[in-house]
């Protein structure tokens, strides 16, 4: 990305009230980043079903009334209200039939009704479908129980789903499989869809080997690119993994200039806590503009943010710390609505459930906390949600073990067995 306008990230600072890079509170962190992030450039028209999770780039605004006329919404009988007896039964004569597509095109008269499928085309005049199970046919003559239907019941207005005029679809709008049949139901072939963000990503550590390599003394597999990618991908975004780069100065601006060169934005994981080695952050700091932060969260308290540059061009930094389920923490409650917003979608905040706590769990005021929970429904209705154990930054088993982390916010002290919590689902998300 190339944004000259752009404010320094000392700006941005200012910006935000209680701004403390020792002690950043998660909501200030995220207002930080949501002013500090620029939305991609680029739209290209998609094909109807190669948009899906795309990112609309302009309203979509229907040319049509949807459905197009009046239709019957069940299988049944069509006639006027007027015609309805009050307080005994209506006998119609049947006339004639309509069908989805192949619609009846006589004139009806007072006391006549038609046969009718669901979604053919109210006949002229007629404004009332009462349901085939509700009469009796004999002949060509109907009969209708006293009150089995009411006027102007079981039929759909033209224009009910979408008149002709309306916003179908708002600009930002990630594509969802509805969303496709409402733009085919708008007879839309192509739709304007934003690029896709471009994200790079890289471990940092001698101590890390990929997959496939000797496991030496002293040295560990490396998860975060794997969790990482898993994550990339729910976002649709384009991913580049560079691997694993050591803790060597050359290697690692290398890195970052070839991220910076090639996406729209740059993670890292490792090398951003305090007592790591300073290649990482030293590299981060000659590149670019670039802030670390402590924020008062946990797990996750380390990280950088900024843009770094190479050759004219800007990349958004994301430093994550390098225990694995800080990676993920962080990502989710900082990272993954930044990418949302530089794709061009109006993120929306995850939705939580309130859940009764199994057990008492501690907590320090003054930070935000994320415990890795097991959710189940509670016996007396409602939902509990249990601790999955011991809850260090670098037991990543909790969470393929959890269903959900327990949120606890900025403020909030320890909880009571039985107290009700938040809780962020993991289905759809992890």
């Not at 049947?94 to 619609?103: D, F, H, I, K, R």
């Not at 670390?292 to 994550?320: D, Q, V």
Request: hydrophobic share 45%; glycine share 12%; with cysteine.
């Amino acid at each position: 990305m190339n944004d000259k306008t752009a404010p320094t990230l000392e700006e941005i600072s200012s910006c935000v009230n209680g701004y403390d890079p020792n002690a950043l509170p998660v909501a200030q962190a995220r207002e930080f980043i949501a002013r500090l992030v620029p939305r991609v450039d680029g739209v290209e028209m998609l094909a109807l079903r190669s948009a899906l999770g795309r990112v609309l780039a302009r309203d979509i605004v229907s040319d049509i009334d949807v459905p197009a006329h009046d239709n019957s919404a069940m299988d049944g009988y069509a006639l006027c209200g007027i015609d309805l007896a009050q307080g005994h039964d209506t006998i119609l004569q049947v006339v004639g039939s309509g069908l989805a597509g192949n619609g009846f095109q006589g004139n009806v008269a007072p006391g006549q009704c038609v046969r009718i499928m669901t979604g053919a085309t109210m006949p002229a005049g007629l404004d009332t479908v009462v349901p085939q199970e509700f009469v009796k046919l004999d002949g060509d003559r109907v009969t209708i129980p006293a009150g089995a239907v009411k006027p102007g019941e079981n039929r759909r207005l033209a224009g009910e789903d979408l008149a002709r005029g309306d916003v179908a679809l708002a600009a930002g709008r990630v594509l969802r499989p509805a969303d496709l049949g409402m733009l085919a139901s708008l007879g839309r072939a192509e739709v304007p869809v934003w690029r896709r963000l471009r994200v790079a990503f890289f471990s940092t550590g001698n101590e890390l080997r990929s997959i496939g390599e000797t496991l030496d003394a002293g040295c560990v597999y490396d998860s975060n690119r794997y969790t990482l990618w898993g994550m990339l991908q729910r976002l649709g975004v384009e991913i580049l993994d560079m691997g694993v780069v050591g803790d060597d100065p050359q290697a690692l601006e290398a890195a970052f200039r070839d991220a910076a060169a090639n996406a729209d934005v740059v993670i890292t994981s490792g090398g951003v806590s305090v007592g790591e080695a300073d290649y990482t952050k030293t590299i981060m700091a000659r590149l670019g503009d670039v802030l670390f932060w402590r924020i008062a969260m946990r797990p996750g308290r380390p990280m950088a943010i900024g843009r770094i540059e190479t050759g004219g061009r800007s990349a958004i930094l994301f430093g994550l710390p390098g225990n694995p389920v800080a990676v993920m923490v962080t990502f989710y409650a900082l990272v993954r609505d930044a990418l949302l917003a530089m794709s061009g979608a109006q993120p929306a905040p995850l939705p939580m459930l309130r859940a009764a706590s199994a057990g008492a769990i501690r907590k320090k005021p003054g930070r935000t906390e994320y415990q890795r929970g097991i959710v189940t429904p509670a016996p007396g209705g409602g939902w509990e949600v249990r601790i999955t154990g011991s809850q260090g930054s670098g037991i990543l088993r909790s969470m393929s073990q959890a269903n959900g982390l327990v949120v606890l916010g900025h403020e909030q002290g320890n909880v009571a067995a039985g107290d009700l919590v938040d809780v962020l689902p993991f289905d759809g998300l992890i």
